[in-house]
């Protein structure tokens, strides 16, 4: 067989492209949060802490050992830019002249990060596997309005039956943990109606976790008990499951 042609002559299969969508409301934290699970040499000069935001769309390219590559669409969050996010629950075509509207991003491109802008000149095709929503949980005067979005990305015909991980970034101390965030969002019951399979995880940023995100491993691990935190774990769980 080809495939066994293949393995003889010792030339590499070509490898699976997982296209995943990270969303959130503006000020999260959703870049800070990729740049911890991405690491490799991009980060190894950069401080995690310090990006702008990202007004319409960057994508990042992540290595996720030999079968996959990882591309994740980081989506802007600010409440006028919000509409696009539906654009990429599921396969759509986006015109050209989208990205000359929105597609621009504030932060640095280098190290995998591209901007939307590149690509307003041509038709994109864009689906993706898996859904990530990251949530600032320390602060309060927003988790409404987060758990209505997140509801809305939930119920979204484009998200049904897709891999869901939530991420809770700690901005501060809080009482507020995954359990009660989970119960108060109605992650599992919308989840169940939806056929989604839900993750949740949290990165504590007040404790200092990010000190440690400059010098990460050169790609995401496959296997989880090699993550060293939560947020790395569930990724490579959410990952599996895409």
């Known amino acids: 067989s ?3 042609l293949a393995r003889w002559l010792r030339i590499p299969s070509a490898s699976r492209e997982i296209k995943i969508g990270c969303f959130g409301v503006d000020g999260a934290g959703k870049t800070t949060v990729l740049k911890m699970i991405k690491g490799g040499r991009s980060c190894l000069s950069e401080d995690p ?7 319409g769309f960057s994508m990042i390219d992540m290595g996720y050992d030999k079968e996959f590559t990882i ?5 802007g969050g600010h409440e006028r830019i919000r509409d696009i996010w539906t654009n990429y629950y599921a396969e759509v075509k986006l015109a ?6 929105t597609a621009r991003v504030s932060q640095e491109e280098g190290g995998g990060m591209r901007s939307g802008a590149e690509d307003q000149s041509a038709d994109v095709f864009v689906q993706v596997h898996g859904i990530i929503y990251v949530v600032d949980i320390s602060d309060e005067d927003r988790l409404d309005e987060n758990y209505e979005m997140i509801r809305k990305v939930q119920l979204h015909k484009g998200t049904a039956r897709k891999p869901f991980l939530v991420v809770l970034n700690k901005k501060k101390p809080t009482e507020l943990d995954d ?3 989970s119960i108060n969002a109605n992650l599992n019951a919308v989840g169940t109606q939806q056929g989604q399979m839900i993750f949740i995880t949290h990165v504590n ?5 990010l ?3 400059k010098h990460p491993p050169p790609m995401v691990s496959r296997r989880p008990h090699r993550a060293t935190n939560p947020l790395l774990t569930q990724f490579c769980v959410f990952v599996d499951k895409v």
């Open 211 to 213: 000190n440690n995100a």
């Open 205 to 209: 940023e007040y404790k200092g976790e």
């Open 96 to 101: 050209g002249s989208f990205g000359s509207q």
């Open 71 to 75: 591309k994740v669409y980081d989506l």
């Open 49 to 55: 802490r310090g990006v702008l935001p990202t007004n």
């Open 2 to 4: 080809a495939l066994a």
């Open 179 to 181: 359990f009660d965030f």
